[in-house]
């Protein structure tokens, strides 16, 4: 990436462009590149994006689509759009209509998310449903984890760590994991048993 080469990255799934851009990043020098992330959004700007949204929603739904988000940039951006959407012009956010942005947001991604959890080993739903269950931060490896999500052993939840890490559908947090996809934890904790 010499000569004022531009990298575009393209994949078809949701999963695995961030690995590549964090590689492909990580064998640049740390000066003389610029990096940027771009997004299409159907908006004439940010600042119109976000003022339209922040002005239907109290203090108390902007704090439940940071939770939901797990405060990710993008999936806040991503909910708040599809709030933008569903919301009447000048209409006030509520909690029926954030559960249905949460819900057709989910729809949306159905086939997506039910393709890639069928293609896990038992080991891997399950430890990710532990995950999408418990609170951030969990010991993964614990006991306690263990057992309470039928795991059988640390080295089954070792295993499918490493799978999950690898496919980058979970990365690490403080000593921890959490799903990469926060709206693919959202459908998890609402529609699979294992």
Avoid at 20 to 44: F, Q
Avoid at 87 to 92: D, I, L, T, V
Wanted: charged fraction near 25%.
């Amino acid at each position: 990436m010499e000569s004022a080469q531009k990298l575009f990255v393209f994949s078809e799934r949701r999963y695995g462009k961030t690995s590549l851009v964090r590689a492909a990043l990580g064998k640049l020098p740390r000066k003389g590149y610029l990096c940027a992330y771009v997004d299409l959004w159907p908006t004439d700007s940010e600042a119109t994006f976000a003022t339209a949204v922040a002005k239907g929603m109290g203090q108390g739904h902007i704090h439940e689509v940071c939770e939901l988000t797990q405060g990710h940039p993008f999936y806040t951006q991503h909910l708040c759009h599809v709030l933008w959407e569903l919301c009447e012009p000048k209409a006030q956010v509520n909690a029926d209509m954030l559960r249905a942005a949460v819900k057709l947001l989910l729809d949306r991604e159905s086939y997506a998310y039910t393709a890639l959890w069928e293609s896990l080993t038992l080991s891997q739903k399950r430890l990710l449903k532990g995950l999408a269950a418990e609170a951030a931060r969990v010991k993964v490896f614990a006991g306690e984890f263990v057992s309470r999500h039928g795991l059988g052993s640390p080295s089954n939840a070792q295993r499918a760590v490493q799978a999950l890490l690898a496919k980058d559908i979970i990365d690490r947090d403080n000593g921890s994991f959490l799903i990469t996809d926060r709206f693919f934890r959202l459908w998890i904790q609402s529609a699979r048993s294992v």
